[in-house]
C-alpha cells in the first residue's frame, strides 16, 4: 500500500501546483448550471425550481471532469517516463492502479464536495446525515470513474484520442443519468437505457440525501448505493487486469 498511498500523494501535489486545473474542473460545470438553471426558469417545473434540480447533476458534472483530468496523468507519466520506472519497480499492478485511482477520488471528492457548501443556500434542508451521506456518495462515484478513466488511458498514446474517447463514454452516461432531465416524463425506451446507466443509481442516491422528501419517485437510497459500489469495483477491477495484461504504450 506504500506504493498506492505515494501515487494518489503525487496526484494531490501535482494538482494543486497546476491552478487551472481547478478552474478548468469546477468552473464550466458551474457556468453549465447557472445558464441552464436560469434558463428553464418557470418553464421547468422541478420541486425546489430548476437551480435546486440541476445542482446535483451539476456536483456530478464536477466529479466527472475531475476523474478526466487526472486521469490524463497516465499519458502524461508514460510520455515523462515516470510510468516505465513505476512498471519495472516490484510494485503490483493492483498498487499502481489503487495509487492512480485513489489520487483521482481524492481530487473529484475535493473538488465535488466543496460545492455542498451551497446546499443551504438552495433550499435543501440541512442535515449532518444528509452531508455525510452525500459525502460517501461522491466518494464511490468518483472512485468509479476515475478507475473507468484509468482503465481507457492506460491503452491510449494521446491526449486527444482520451479525450474523444471519455466524451463518448462519459458525456452520454451524464445526460442520461437525470442530471439533466427526469426519468419520469421520458420516452419508455430512454427511461430503459435510464435505468441500466450506473450514473443514473448515484445521482438518485444523491438527490435522495441532499432532499429525501423530493426524491420518492426515484429508486432507494440503498439499491443506489449498492450499484455505485458495484459499478466502483467493476472499473477497479478492469483497471487491474488492463495493468497485468497489457503493457502501457511508450
Not at 501535489?13 to 478552474?23: A, L, T, W, Y
Not at 496523468?73 to 485511482?101: C, M, N, T, W, Y
Not at 442535515?127 to 491503452?155: H, K, M, N, P
Request: net charge positive; charged share 10%; glycine share 12%.
Amino acid at each position: 500500500m506504500t506504493v498506492a498511498f505515494a501515487l494518489a500523494r503525487r496526484e494531490l501535489v501535482r494538482f494543486f501546483r497546476q491552478p487551472s486545473r481547478i478552474v478548468g474542473a469546477v468552473a464550466p460545470p458551474l457556468l453549465v448550471w447557472l445558464l441552464m438553471g436560469f434558463g428553464f426558469g418557470s418553464s421547468f417545473r422541478a420541486p425546489g425550481g430548476s437551480l435546486a434540480y440541476f445542482f446535483p447533476g451539476t456536483i456530478l458534472l464536477v466529479v466527472l471532469f475531475a476523474s478526466i483530468f487526472s486521469t490524463i496523468s497516465v499519458i502524461e507519466d508514460r510520455r515523462e517516463g515516470f510510468l516505465q520506472g513505476v512498471l519495472v519497480s516490484p510494485a503490483h499492478p493492483f498498487e499502481i492502479a489503487l495509487g492512480k485511482v485513489m489520487g483521482g477520488t481524492l481530487l473529484g471528492l475535493l473538488q465535488g464536495g466543496s460545492l455542498l457548501l451551497l446546499v443551504p443556500f438552495l433550499g435543501f434542508p440541512w442535515r449532518s446525515l444528509a452531508f455525510l451521506e452525500a459525502i460517501g456518495i461522491l466518494c464511490l462515484v468518483a472512485f468509479a470513474l476515475t478507475g473507468l478513466g484509468f482503465a481507457i488511458a492506460w491503452s491510449l498514446e494521446s491526449t486527444q484520442g482520451f479525450h474523444s474517447v471519455m466524451n463518448l463514454f462519459l458525456l452520454p452516461m451524464w445526460l442520461l443519468s437525470g442530471a439533466f432531465f427526469p426519468m419520469a416524463g421520458a420516452a419508455p425506451w430512454l427511461r430503459v437505457v435510464m435505468s441500466l446507466d450506473p450514473l443514473t443509481y448515484g445521482l438518485a442516491a444523491l438527490r435522495r440525501g441532499l432532499d429525501p422528501a423530493g426524491s420518492a419517485d426515484l429508486p432507494s437510497f440503498g439499491l443506489s448505493a449498492l450499484v455505485t459500489l458495484g459499478f466502483g469495483v467493476l472499473t477497479m477491477a478492469i483497471s487491474v487486469i488492463v495493468v497485468e495484461r497489457k503493457p502501457a504504450p511508450s
